[in-house]
């Protein structure tokens, strides 16, 4: 049973570049949470996704974030024109959809650049 | 007020020592807790959860103080292998699933 995947590992953009952060949950997980954590610091929550809905964004910044988790495929997150300020780790988990909700399980990470 | 407040340390400790760490949250309502282990640019993995007043795996043991709103987790005979970052994690009781995080507190093993 493969955990949480994340790609790319790492990735290095450009100011005002896109990146793309994608993420598949555990088999038979169907709630995806994406973290963000900046050095030295603790990680952030930033949004809370099921299948084809969103269901807690209260983390995200208002602007060049998204996220999307469709109904095949991998969760996406987004962040539009980046800047050298969006360098971070960001961090995946998923959840099952009964049981004790709370637990967590994250993917290794994706480690954005901003050149 | 931070929503969870951990010691950053570091702590350094011989190997065979015993070690304790706390961690005060400041809502009241919160009902779950959780101990995370992340080693040096590696994901956070679950070490222990506490539900009621504590909890003990092995080496390790939780205890929770409702009371006064602190968390603490006990490490027994440290092993090398022990040193990580330490991340005292509480559900937001608002609901949704959000997990608030701790800054976490750095252990070190030395032999």
């Known amino acids: 049973n493969a955990g949480v995947m994340q790609n790319p590992r790492h990735l290095v953009r450009r100011r005002g570049q896109e990146a793309r952060l994608r993420c598949s949950p555990m088999?038979?997980?169907?709630?995806v949470y994406w973290y963000r954590q900046l050095p030295e610091e603790g990680l952030k929550f930033m949004v809370y996704?099921?299948?084809?809905?969103?269901?807690?964004e209260s983390g995200m910044p208002k602007e060049r974030f998204s996220a999307e988790f469709p109904k095949e495929g991998p969760s996406i997150l987004r962040i539009q024109q980046v800047v050298r300020g969006d360098s971070a780790a960001y961090f995946c988990?998923?959840?099952?959809?009964?049981?004790?909700?709370?637990?967590?399980?994250f993917g290794a990470g994706t480690r954005l650049s901003v050149l | 007020r931070k929503e969870v407040e951990q010691d950053p340390g570091p702590f350094n400790v011989p190997e065979g020592a015993t070690v304790a760490f706390n961690c005060t949250y400041s809502?009241?309502?919160?009902?779950?807790f959780f101990w995370y282990r992340q080693d040096c640019r590696k994901e956070p993995k679950l070490l222990m959860s506490?539900?009621?007043s504590g909890n003990e795996d092995g080496r390790f043991t939780a205890q929770l103080n409702r009371a006064s709103q602190y968390i603490s987790l006990l490490i027994r005979d440290s092993k090398l292998s022990d040193s990580a970052t330490y991340l005292c994690?509480?559900?937001?009781?608002?609901?949704?699933?959000?997990?608030?995080f701790g800054a976490g507190t750095r252990l070190a093993v030395h032999p």
């Open positions: 506490v539900y009621s």
């Open positions: 988990a998923s959840s099952p959809p009964r049981g004790r909700k709370n637990i967590q399980y």
């Open positions: 809502n009241s309502a919160s009902q779950s």
């Open positions: 088999k038979g997980h169907s709630h």
């Open positions: 996704l099921q299948k084809e809905n969103i269901i807690d």
């Open positions: 994690v509480v559900p937001s009781p608002g609901g949704y699933n959000k997990l608030i």
